[in-house]
């Protein structure tokens, strides 16, 4: 898969059922689901420790809602970020929302996710 050739339409249809998949699952503290679509290199620095003091210490990180908005695509060397003005349901005001995708075994696999 040509994951840099596609558009940011085609980039959105493949990212948007992944970072709701981060949302759902960062909120209810699911380390099995949010990181199944990880790549080995992000599964290696994302351990369950790790990602359960994340949860607990940053309120924002269990409170995201469903609710965002796509904001478009930047492609550089073998990945794609795709940013989301994303919100939650407890804090107020808008964060940004930064995942990056490319190519693994043939599958798109996520290489990095953020929110500031």
């Given at each position: 898969m040509k994951l840099l050739e596609k558009s940011d339409k085609e980039i959105k249809e493949i990212a948007q059922p992944?970072?709701?998949?981060?949302?759902?699952?960062?909120?209810?503290?699911?380390?099995?689901?949010?990181?199944?679509?990880?790549?080995s290199q992000m599964l290696y620095g994302a351990n369950e420790v790790e990602l359960g003091k994340q949860w607990a210490n940053n309120k924002l990180l269990t409170s995201l809602s469903e609710k965002q908005e796509f904001l478009g695509c930047i492609r550089r060397a073998q990945f794609v970020t795709v940013l989301y003005k994303q919100t939650s349901n407890t804090m107020p005001g808008e964060f940004l929302g930064r995942l990056v995708l490319g190519i693994e075994d043939e599958s798109v696999k996520v290489f990095g996710a953020t929110i500031y």
């Open positions: 992944i970072w709701d998949n981060l949302v759902k699952t960062s909120n209810i503290k699911d380390y099995g689901g949010f990181t199944k679509d990880f790549s």
